[in-house]
């Protein structure tokens, strides 16, 4: 065993649960990590004024054993038990979320009913083919006319891009499990939608005191059994030759230089940045294709508003297009400890943006107000009870899905393949659209395969069951 640790860039839930797999084994680990004060990256939970804040609501849900062992392990008697309740606003109305038959219908009314119907009929008869897009995918699905009302102007806020351009693989991933015929089935039957669409989910497990908290107890453990974990430091460039990579170096928000040599490298960071960060720098295809990777930006802007109840919903989806706001958390309603006093509640309303356009270059007295008006607008809350806003910037909150971003990530993984000891994971270190339990699922195969086993990372797949170790190159 090499005398170097074990290097690790990035303090999310990629990061971390590599770092605390590695330290279980005795393995000496380092991790850097660019934020100065919070680990989690966008599974953090943010503090202000004794007020906790969530980056767009994290459920603790997963299908893996091995995941749901070690959210236990770090932090065995902390979480809670949350039921969801979120709805949709639409057209000045809010709707069951699952849609449910009788109350889209009585908000609908017959003929705006019969619309739908008639389009899914179309759709069902003749369905577009090839289905490459997300419109096209949704279309043959549920009809132009449910397409147009639930899932464009929101998918369109989320994303940036048209649903033209967007590929049909996200929706498969989001969406699959869900359908149309099901669901006014099973409403006639008296019961909701399928749980098995992944977005469905009705119960999750959350920690009390936000996703954070799991972050920064794992942070603690890591510590304490040795492993160091150092804020402020900005992986800037990853240094290899024929041998490998042999160390990083970076800055911390001062412009001070630090150099990290490790034997074996893990990285969470993004893909692109990672890529762009190579010296010697990868052949130009692989550096082009880094290039076009796209990632879409979010905001939260807080609002503390004087009074108890404002309303039910853990969250709810603001699909209606004549505001700007894409969803809108209650975030008391996940966890009462969110909030320091119950007299208060929390809002984040959350807007989609890119980095340096005009939402996200905003100041934050602007957001703050635009906040408020949108809020007033949809009947949420009057201006006059809101006592405090904070706003919360989180860069490459989602890997954009492109038509190319496949063909893109695999140049980029055939080429890195070649190192023994670099292995990128997570959401945007593989530019992969997971949530933390693939995430984790991914920095645990990496952290085996430093002891010696033989797994293949990019396989594990937002579908599998992975219910053991994930696949194995075999
Ligand atoms: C709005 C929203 C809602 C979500 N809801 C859920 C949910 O309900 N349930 C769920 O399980 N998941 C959810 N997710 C997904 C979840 O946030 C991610 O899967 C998870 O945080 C990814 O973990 P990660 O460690 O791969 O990456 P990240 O969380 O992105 O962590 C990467 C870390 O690397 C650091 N870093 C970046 N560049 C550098 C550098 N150059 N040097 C050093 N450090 C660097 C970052 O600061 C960050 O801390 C949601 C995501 C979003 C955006």
């Known amino acids: 065993m090499s005398s170097k640790p074990i290097v690790i860039m990035g303090a999310g839930p990629a990061g971390l649960t590599a770092a605390w797999e590695l330290v279980k084994e005795g393995r000496d680990v380092v991790v850097w990590e660019a934020d100065p004060s919070y680990v989690g990256g966008i599974s953090r939970t943010v503090h202000a004024n004794g007020f906790r804040f969530d980056i767009g609501g994290h459920r603790f849900f997963s299908k893996s054993t091995e995941v749901n062992e070690v959210w236990r392990e770090i932090m065995p008697d902390d979480f809670i038990d949350c039921p969801r309740l979120s709805r949709i606003y639409y057209g000045k109305k809010f709707f069951a979320y699952p849609l449910e038959a009788v109350d889209s219908f009585l908000k609908l009314g017959p003929f705006e009913t019969l619309r739908i119907l008639g389009s899914y009929a179309r759709a069902k008869l003749a369905p577009i083919r090839p289905e490459t897009t997300f419109a096209q995918w949704v279309t043959n699905r549920f009809g132009r006319r449910l397409f147009e009302m639930f899932f464009k102007s929101y998918t369109e806020k989320v994303w940036g891009i048209s649903c033209d351009e967007i590929s049909a693989d996200w929706a498969a991933q ?247 000891n670099l292995q990128p994971v997570g959401r945007n270190g593989m530019h992969h659209y997971n949530n933390q339990d693939h995430s984790m699922m991914t920095a645990m195969l990496a952290a085996k395969n430093i002891q010696g086993a033989d797994f293949d990372c990019w396989r594990v797949n937002t579908e599998a069951e992975y219910h053991e170790a994930g696949e194995s190159k075999e």
């Not at 240094?239 to 928000?253: C, F, K, L, S, Y």
């Not at 979010?298 to 603001?318: E, K, M, Q």
């Not at 910037?393 to 990530?409: E, G, N, S, T």
């Open 174 to 420: 989001r969406i699959k499990g869900l359908s149309l015929r099901g669901a006014v089935l099973s409403a006639f039957r008296g019961k909701k939608a399928s749980p098995t669409a992944k977005t469905l989910i009705r119960n999750f497990f959350y920690p009390r005191l936000g996703p954070g908290q799991m972050w920064e107890t794992a942070t603690k453990k890591i510590m304490a059994k040795g492993g160091r974990v150092e804020l402020d430091r900005r992986v800037q460039t990853v240094h290899w030759d024929e041998t490998g990579v042999t160390h990083i170096t970076g800055t911390n928000q001062l412009g001070e230089f630090f150099q990290q040599e490790g034997s074996q490298f893990i990285s969470s960071i993004p893909l692109k940045e990672l890529m762009l960060s190579l010296d010697p720098p990868p052949p130009p295809e692989v550096k082009a294709a880094a290039n076009a990777l796209r990632y879409r930006d979010f905001i939260t802007v807080c609002l503390v508003v004087n009074r108890a109840n404002v309303f039910p919903d853990t969250w709810i989806y603001i699909h209606d297009p004549t505001v700007k706001v894409g969803r809108v958390q209650n975030y008391k309603n996940w966890s009462a400890a969110m909030v320091p006093d119950p007299k208060f509640t929390s809002l984040g309303l959350e807007y989609f943006c890119f980095e340096g356009d005009g939402l996200w270059t905003a100041t934050d007295h602007d957001l703050a107000e635009l906040a408020i008006r949108e809020a007033e607008q949809i009947g949420l809350v009057k201006r006059a009870l809101v006592q405090d806003a904070f706003v919360v910037r989180m860069p490459k909150a989602y890997p954009i899905y492109d038509q190319d971003y496949q063909r893109h990530v695999e140049t980029i993984r055939a080429w890195v393949c070649q190192f023994h």
